[in-house]
């Protein structure tokens, strides 16, 4: 995550924030007492994001509340409408209808306004989705959240046409390819480097290789699935849950910048091997995450109607994730590692893989990974 610049003043007066406070308790008598600001962290946009809350007076006496407002300006991201990371897609899915076609276990927070600021510079103002229960999830409420993901990917398929704005987010395989095509040579160099070797180790770059070269007989069989609508972005940090007395906890959604077409099962990619590179998981329960989420994908579409053949979502799930975490990624970032690494002093500390689980778990997911683009070989071969 990124911290709140802390050069970034929040200006508020009760004019702007007394319409917002009487919109959160829902009650247009609400008179505003007192607020106050605090910095949360924001995602890997930079986004500044930060809680305003307080109390107000109102019939039945003094109230507290809060709200989230996520300040989104144009030096974010792109400005290509259809990259992963055009910095105004957040507030146009807002402005859009799409979150309103959401099933009812999967939740976005609610947006109470969008002001425009100065210099292109737009705050969302948002309900709090504060967890009551912040305990670590289970991996069966990853297999939950992916029931709820699949049900809303269903739909696409069975019932709803996908929405045709100019700005989503579009498919990135062949950009990732593009981006890696450089770096796919220096991976054998790579091999006894010593920030890359526990993650190499034995077959590893002859397995990520000849998954490269075989990544147009991949990308034909790849244009033949079905495409839906996706968040894109289902990593843990993007979870919550939001528990319902008597039913099964719904699954909080946040963070829709990157929202687009996805092909079928790319949705299960970002909250496996994604959620992965956050949570610290024991290395022979990988296999039973990646289990949990795509059963829990399965019955999601069955719920929303899809009939089709699951080796199609097993393809597409296991060929992506495969295809982009376990060539494209590596080959994208380890030469820019090992190049920053060279260009440092020979005291400076070595810059370190970012993994909750270690040098061991990241190792683990990338073997995973490989053998997932081993199975997606032989369902393509097959479909």
Not at 98 to 113: K, N, S, T
Not at 170 to 182: C, G, I, L, T, Y
Not at 204 to 231: G, I, K, N, Y
Not at 307 to 316: A, H, K, T
Request: proline letters at 7%.
């Amino acid at each position: 995550m990124t911290a709140i610049p802390a050069q970034h003043e929040l200006k508020l007066d009760e004019a702007t924030l007394t319409p917002l406070v009487r919109a959160v308790l829902t009650n247009v008598q609400a008179h505003l007492l007192d607020w106050s600001v605090q910095p949360l962290e924001g995602g890997f946009s930079g986004a500044a994001v930060y809680r305003i809350h307080g109390h107000a007076q109102t019939a039945d006496g003094r109230q507290p509340w809060s709200l989230i407002v996520k300040v989104i300006t144009p030096a974010l991201g792109s400005k290509e409408p259809t990259a992963w990371d055009y910095w105004k897609r957040e507030v146009l899915v807002y402005q859009s209808e799409i979150l309103a076609g959401l099933p009812e276990d999967l939740i976005a927070p609610g947006c109470f306004a969008i002001t425009e600021q100065v210099d292109d510079e737009f705050w969302i103002w948002l309900e709090d989705m504060a967890e009551s229960n912040a305990a670590p999830w289970s991996l069966a409420r990853y297999g939950l959240a992916a029931r709820h993901l699949g049900q809303w990917n269903g739909n696409f398929l069975v019932n709803a046409t996908l929405p045709s704005e100019p700005w989503w987010r579009s498919a990135d395989v062949r950009q990732r390819f593009a981006q890696a095509e450089p770096g796919i040579s220096h991976l054998p160099t790579l091999r006894d480097h010593p920030l890359f070797a526990e993650l190499l180790p034995d077959d590893t770059v002859d397995r990520m290789q000849r998954l490269w070269r075989e990544r147009a007989q991949f990308l034909a069989a790849l244009d033949r699935l079905p495409s839906t609508f996706c968040h894109r972005d289902s990593v843990s940090r993007n979870l919550m849950s939001r528990p319902r007395p008597g039913r099964a906890e719904a699954t909080v959604v946040l963070d829709w910048g990157m929202a687009g077409y996805g092909l079928l099962g790319e949705e299960l990619v970002p909250l496996f091997a994604g959620t992965l590179q956050f949570v610290a998981v024991e290395i022979e329960r990988i296999a039973e995450l990646e289990g949990l989420i795509f059963a829990g994908y399965m019955a999601g579409l069955r719920a929303a109607g899809w009939q089709g053949d699951e080796r199609l979502v097993r393809f597409g799930f296991t060929a992506l994730a495969a295809l982009k975490l376990g060539v494209a990624d590596p080959a994208i970032k380890f030469p820019r590692v090992a190049q920053r690494a060279a260009s440092l002093p020979a005291d400076a500390e070595p810059p370190r893989l970012l993994s909750p689980g270690g040098y061991a778990q990241a190792a683990a997911l990338q073997i995973h990974l490989l053998d997932m683009g081993d199975e997606a070989r032989s369902l393509r071969d097959n479909l």
